[in-house]
């Protein structure tokens, strides 16, 4: 029982860190255009995080069942899964890469799943989910989209802008500053909407897996006090209280800001106005709001980078710091491989511990 305590508390903390470390995807644009405060713009990310983070659960119901045979994952598996995402998230906060959350709880999962298993199978590549019908698994969830959203974004940011242009390109400068500070403000809305929908379900997921797996094992619960009843989960479900908890947690991880990505990405990937960050936002929040609906746990650094990267270009190709985005490049290119290393290592290592 004190495991799955143990689960639960490091699940929130993933959270929160995941929280501060993915601000800057809701509100770098916001920031790096001075249409809000740095604090005034971290709040209203936290607000609309909470409010995605209530909205539907499919991406949860990806990460819990959907990726590696749950019959092998043990609370060990769950929270050396949950260590390597931590430490993958702290190392690239510090060195300022908008690195994929995502990403690195999935590749600490199926890394520590494997060390458990000891067998690739353990592993969903592609496989039919009886339940919904639809294909889940690593290809069609994770890998699918890790490639294909980034080029989405490019080319949904430079559509959207070129779009833009063409449409206020009898304007005065000074009118489409000042009308697209203010528009600007509903797109960061609906980011931090999106991004709420979509990241703060992984660790929904993971702790809905946490008491499906403790419940649904004998003695593990044995002696719960009553008033802790709402803990058993007699099948895999996302009851509210979950989304209610991981909401907040995520939002007071957003509160927290994380400044070194927004720097990153607000200033020295490509410098923006006002009509570039509402485009890039727009563009970005609607790949992500798809790809929600369809349980996909994607990266929502990828999609807003890009797309950031597709509305700069509009402006000239140089116009984009191309040495900062290869960097960022490598980190997305990393994250899933370094993190199935690391969820390994620390599985083996518990096994040896405590064999």
Known sequence: ?????????????????????????????????????????????????LLGALVGTAVATTIGRGLVDANYVTPTVILCALGSAIIWNLLTWWWGLPSSSSHALIGGLCGAALAAAGHWSVVHWSVLDPATGHMVGLWPKVIRPMVLSPLFGVLLGFLFMGVLLGWVHRWRPAVIRNSFRRIHLLSAAWMSFSHGTNDAQKTMGIIALTLFTATTTPGVFDGLPGWLNFLRAPEFHVYVWIKVVCALTMAAGTAAGGWRIIATMGRKMVRLQPIHGFA???AAASIIQVASHWGMPLSTTHVISSSIMGVGATKRLNAVRWTVVERMVWAWIMTLPVTALLGYALAWLASWLWP
């Open 1 to 49: 029982m004190l495991m799955v305590f143990t689960i639960i508390a490091v699940a929130l903390a993933f959270e929160f860190i995941n929280g501060f470390h993915d601000t800057a995807n809701a509100i770098a644009t916001t920031v790096a255009t001075k249409v809000l405060t740095p604090r005034q713009a971290v709040m209203m990310a936290a607000v609309f995080n």
């Open 280 to 282: 890039a936002q727009i």
